[in-house]
């Protein structure tokens, strides 16, 4: 894909150093590919993992919640190529929202507007995992993730050093569609709510509503594969979605506390004219 989409037109980005590294912000992402699965998940369990009542969990049916895995693989973006593993909570948004079963995540997808609460972002470089952390307290680790495909299906594994922490299998599905999309992604930064907007357009993406399309396999020792392991009702999905290709955008981060506007400024060229 082209860095010369006009997707990008009209975004002005300011120079940046993260991780010792040149960067630009908001970042670009020229190419990448995802795939999301949905699954089922213990609904009091989720409200347990959520630092503040402002975050409400959304509603799949009683009882039941949904957890999200997405794997993104960014080919080229403004701070290098590298893969993501995004796990989160779909959330009621706003939080005093009826919660009636399934309206959240059906709005969403209707309205092209999906809100998450960001659990864990491992990462495979530095510069994703510095960037994050300290601009948006993005729960983010160095970890490998690697994706392979054969016989039209789709895998992606996660691991940290020698552990494996789940591996996401998914079908290459037919990509009939595409438009722009934007994530929320909700976060916790010093002890306030936090949030960021990833705006993507979706040159090509396809969607199942097959129950068990996509499987997840968990590892056995790893705190995040076995506290999944806790809040999952099946691994099988409910809601499977691949983007192949998309382009995005991540702005924010959305609220700047006094401390926050002092740490940009010095992650920043402050005063410099923004780059178009």
Sequence with gaps: MSRQSGFFEGVPQ???????????????YYDGTAQTAVFPARLGALRGLLPDPRFVPARLAPGLGAVAVTCFEYRDTDIGPYNELAITIVLNNPPFASNLPGRALLAGLRNKQLHAWVHHLPVTTEIARAGGVELYNYPKFVGSIDYEERAGRRTCRLGEGDEHILTLDGPLIDTPRSGELQLFSHLWMDRQPQESEFKLNIVASGRSLRAGAAALDLGERHPIARELADVLVSRRSIYYELMAPFEGILYGPEHFSLPLIHKALAMTDAGEPAVR
């Design 14 to 28: 300011v120079g940046a150093t993260l991780a010792g590294e040149a960067a630009k912000l908001p970042i670009f």
